[in-house]
């Protein structure tokens, strides 16, 4: 069972992950409308990982004997000027989710909560690949200055991230139809 205390922690992660697809998602759009399709595509794959962690806490929540609730999502930005200006926000928003998910593993130490911090140790190696993923865009981009021809073959390098496999990254093995 959650104490109160860590359900509210845990819903305020869970809106935090929604925000956070959100956004991707709103990155998406914009790179999409400059005709950089490989970003954009980058960015969706990006908004579909954030859903999935969204549904990581909500279905631990419900597990745990808990409620969901689920909160207005703000607006997120829409337009970035430069491709690395996205990718330079993204960078900050995942470093922001670290900490967020920081402070939710010391809750669960302080409540003495092992399971919610067992089930927290996943998100904090999955904030290190988050970080590590999104600066080597920052650092291609920046290497690539503004050079245009290096800003082909990064967005077409970037149109090759795989999609997740949503029945994998829920447990629930197997393949998804």
Request: charged letters at 20%; proline letters at 2%; zero cysteines.
């Amino acid at each position: 069972m959650l104490s109160g205390t860590m359900q509210a922690a845990l819903n305020s992660q869970l809106n935090a992950e929604l925000f956070s697809s959100y956004l991707y998602l709103s990155m998406a759009a914009n790179l999409e409308s400059k005709n950089l399709k490989g970003m954009s595509h980058w960015f969706q794959v990006q908004a579909q990982e954030e859903m999935i962690h969204a549904l990581k806490f909500y279905n631990f929540i419900l597990d745990r004997g808990g409620k969901v609730n689920l909160a207005a999502i703000e607006g997120p930005q829409t337009d970035w000027a430069m491709p690395l200006l996205a990718f330079l926000t993204a960078q900050e928003h995942e470093a922001k989710v670290t900490g967020l998910i920081n402070n939710l593993v010391d809750l669960a130490i302080t409540e003495k909560d092992h399971a919610s911090n067992a089930f927290l140790q996943w998100f904090v190696t999955e904030q290190v690949e988050e970080e590590a993923s999104v600066l080597a865009v920052v650092e291609s981009l920046k290497l690539s200055g503004d050079d245009s021809s290096g800003l082909f073959m990064i967005d077409k390098d970037l149109a090759l991230r795989p999609q997740p496999n949503l029945a994998l990254a829920l447990g629930g093995g197997g393949t998804a139809a």
